[in-house]
């Protein structure tokens, strides 16, 4: 538990640092969390005998991360590019892949690289926009991700009996649901104090999709 405490404190601490600072330091940032995240990744895909394309999929990567950053409009196009780019490469080398190396190569590019790419858009939202400047609703995402995984491993541990998943043993429903309703009470407190319209539901859907989602990440 004491190991659980510090390496959440240093996470959250980076975290905080980067968010604060924004612009090309929380973009740098996202983009080392982006490669590792990868690398593990893709270790898991090759240890199960797939042959995806590692380094032109992180490669590509770093070009969204930078786009999200630079030109933002240009992201997704640049996506399909690169999906299609990953294709070629892999169908035309001399070892003709498989239907998995293609789907793990994209998975990689999509779950790993562009879906976290969008921290960077959130972070640069301004008033004019009219959700409240990026930092607030930036922090208080990472607020909502940390209070559901927090209150899902305390609750869990304490009154979880119904094994959520066999993909995660030690996850429960009591713990999943109590992640997503702590999640979903600091989202409405804080679609409160960022002055959003209907501040309960507004709040309490963000929330919601927050704690669903980092469950299923």
Do not use: H
Not at 121 to 150: H, K, M, N, P, Y
Not at 186 to 208: D, K, M, Q, R, T
């Amino acid at each position: 538990m004491g190991a659980r405490w510090v390496s959440g404190f240093v996470a959250v601490l980076f975290a905080l640092t980067v968010t604060l600072l924004g612009g090309w330091y929380f973009t740098a940032a996202l983009g080392l969390i982006i490669f590792l995240a990868q690398l593990e990744f893709f270790r898991l895909v090759r240890a199960k005998g797939n042959a995806p394309a590692m380094r032109t999929t992180m490669f590509s990567s770093q070009v969204l991360v930078i786009l999200q950053q630079v030109k933002p409009e240009w992201t997704s196009p640049a996506f399909i590019v690169a999906g299609s780019i990953i294709c070629f490469y892999l169908l035309f080398k001399p070892k003709v892949a498989t239907i998995a190396d293609i789907a793990t190569s994209i998975l990689g590019l999509f779950y790993c690289a562009l879906l976290p790419s969008f921290w960077i858009r959130v972070r640069a939202l301004s008033f004019a926009q009219g959700l409240g400047e990026g930092l607030w609703i930036t922090l208080l995402a990472i607020g909502c991700v940390i209070a559901a995984d927090v209150a899902a491993y305390l609750c869990g541990r304490a009154f979880g009996r119904t094994k959520l998943s066999i993909l995660s043993p030690k996850k429960t429903v009591e713990g999943a649901v109590a992640g997503i309703a702590a999640s979903m009470t600091l989202a409405v407190v804080g679609a409160y104090y960022l002055g959003w319209p209907w501040s309960w539901l507004s709040g309490g859907i963000l929330g919601f999709l927050i704690g669903l989602t980092s469950l299923l990440g």
